[in-house]
Structures are given as structure tokens and as C-alpha cells.
């Protein structure tokens, strides 16, 4: 794949079974930021979400400052802020105080809500949030970018010379995206304000078939906006599971994945997550045969980037794999290892080096090692010389 340096992260809802203790649950969420840390990945979101009972992480800024208090590098996003359910002001000021607590370690990312119990708790139709996502992130980027004073007044919020006490840390300013599954919503707005695109729903039907559409509508909405936009900042989402063996990949998502069918086929209303399955050998079957997934081995992690690379024209920033909790913690952390391991080094310019550098020395290993033994033969001889002559 010619492109440049590939980053790798995840996209951490999370998903756990209802009933566990969530204490413990979020703190192994935590443990798995550390480790990928430690494996050298570059990103990891956070999302939002207030019902349900699975998507147990009701504020991704919460989140981030722990996580950010027990990591060194890894860049650590909101995935998303659920724009359409928050005063844009407080959701401005809340990232920049992150820019600066993780000294510009901070992402912004922003959807319209996707749960539509969470909007009807406060009394929002799902018709609604696309329009108050284009609302509030108009201003937030007013915000962030100007100082100059903002007054808007819409149903839900009313500002008056709204402005921000504090600048951002990072300069010019922190990573931005805007999230999108099949509409074109995402791209339109990251094409206006010249930001990241978050395809959450890359490896859909929908969002695959969508994938190249989508940067062509972020490149025409820039042009029309006079905005400059990047490929490099185009985070592609995908499911993969990985063990040494398909086998042993097929044996850790027993432990949890007809759980997480269940939530998208029973619980959440998210069409777009369309998942056909009754037990766990049809689950399995229809994330690899799909193509919505790979459970297996790192070659077929490999392969579906490749995929997606093809599909998108062009080619995209970062992979990032959507945390799923199918396997148990060991399990999960192996597969993160293996893929830092094997996959990673494939897309970021690691891999080559190393395969040239021992198809040279093998080339060059019949001469060099008779150079070698003539050496040490020559050596030998010199040697007996001098005890001779002693």
C-alpha cells in the first residue's frame, strides 16, 4: 500500500454486558489505553453515551483526563461529544481545558448523538440532531478559531457575546474531526470547516459502498468553503479480533460476541449496524464473509486495511479498530499486541527495511563467509607462525 505512515488507534465506546460490575469494567477500558501506550499506538476515542446499558461512558473529556494521567504519548480523542445534547460554549471550553491539562495531547471529535434514547430523555427527536450538530459546531469553530464575541439563539441554546477565557494550548490548534456512517452529514461539515472526517461505519455495507463518495463530498464542500483538507486526517473504523491461530481466534470471541450482536440486533436503534447472526458460528462467519470484519489471524487484519485502503481512492490517515470486548481481557490485549507486532510494521514503513536488509545478507553470505573462513584460516596460520618462531 503507497501511502504515508499509517496510524493505528481504537475507537472505545465501550461496549460491556449489562450486569457486570462497571467499576471494574471501566477500569480494565483504562488498562487497555495503558497497554496500547506501551505498544506504541497512536490514538484512542472516546465515546458518549447515556442509556442502554452497554455504552457505559457518559463523558468522553472525563475519561480522557484519567486516561491522559496514566499514559505518555498516546493522543487521546472525544469519539464523539454528542454536540446536539450540550451548550457548544461549556463543550469548547471543556476540550480547550483538556488541550491544556495533556499539553496538546487532546482530539476533538463531534457527532449529531446516535442513540435515540438518550436524545428522547431530553425531550430531542433524532430529525433534530443533524441541524443542531451543524449549529453547534459552526460555533465551537467560531470559538476556537476567532476572538471574536458569538451571539446565536436557537430552540435549545442563547448566547450573548459568547467567548472563551482561555486559548487553546496547541498551536495553531488540536486535531478536529466530525463523525459519519452513511450520510453525507460528517463529510458536508469536514468539508466545510476544513476538519477530519471519523468514518465510524468504514467497514458497513453502507459505509464501505459510501467510503470514496464521502471524500468527494469533503473535497467539494472545502472548495466551495475555501478550506484546505487532508487525507492524513480521515480515521477509517473497523472490528478485527486476532490470535496466533484463526482457531484461537475463533475460540476468544465466544466469550463475548453474541453479547455485542445482541445489543445492535435487541437493544440500540442504530439501523445502520445491521447484524445477522443467532449464535456464535454465524456471527463469526458473517464478520469475515462480509467483509464487515476479520477475526483471525494479523494477515487477515493486514488484508482488510488493504481493503479499505482500495475502496477509499486514495488512501486515509488512521486505521482504528472499534473496541468490542468479544474476547476476555487477555485475550484482548494479545490481539492489540499482535497487531502492533505484525500488522503495524506493514503500514508504517517498518516492515520492508528489515525483509531488504536480510535478502542482501543472504545474497552476499556465500562470499562473504568463504572471505570469512580464509580470514580465520590466514589467522590460524599466522598464530602457529608465532608459537613456532617462539
Partial sequence: MAQSRLRFGIFLAPFHKPGINPTLALE???ELIQWLDRCGYDEAWFGEHHSAGSEISASPEIFIAVAAERTRRIRLGTGV???SYHNPLWVAERIVLL??????RVMFGAGPGSLPTDAAMIGLSQSQTRELLDQSLDIIMRLLTTEEPVTFKNDRWDLHDAQLHLRPYSNPLF????AAVASPTGPRLAGKHGIGLLSIGATTAAGFDALALHWNVVEEQARRHNRAVDRSKWRLVGLVHCAETMEQAYRDVEYGI???FNY???VAAFPQMSMPGSNVKEMIAFINESGFGAIGTPDMCTAQIERLHAQSNGGFGAYLMLAHNWADQQATLRSYELIARHVMPRFQGHYQPTIDAVQRAQAARPALSEVH???VEAATQRYAAEIAAE
Fill in 81 to 83: 461529544v454528542s454536540l
Fill in 28 to 30: 480494565s477500558d483504562l
Fill in 175 to 178: 486535531d478536529i474531526s466530525v
Fill in 99 to 104: 488541550d491544556h491539562l495533556t499539553r496538546g
Fill in 373 to 375: 573462513a580464509k580470514a
Fill in 258 to 260: 453474541e453479547q455485542w
Fill in 264 to 266: 445492535f440486533q435487541a
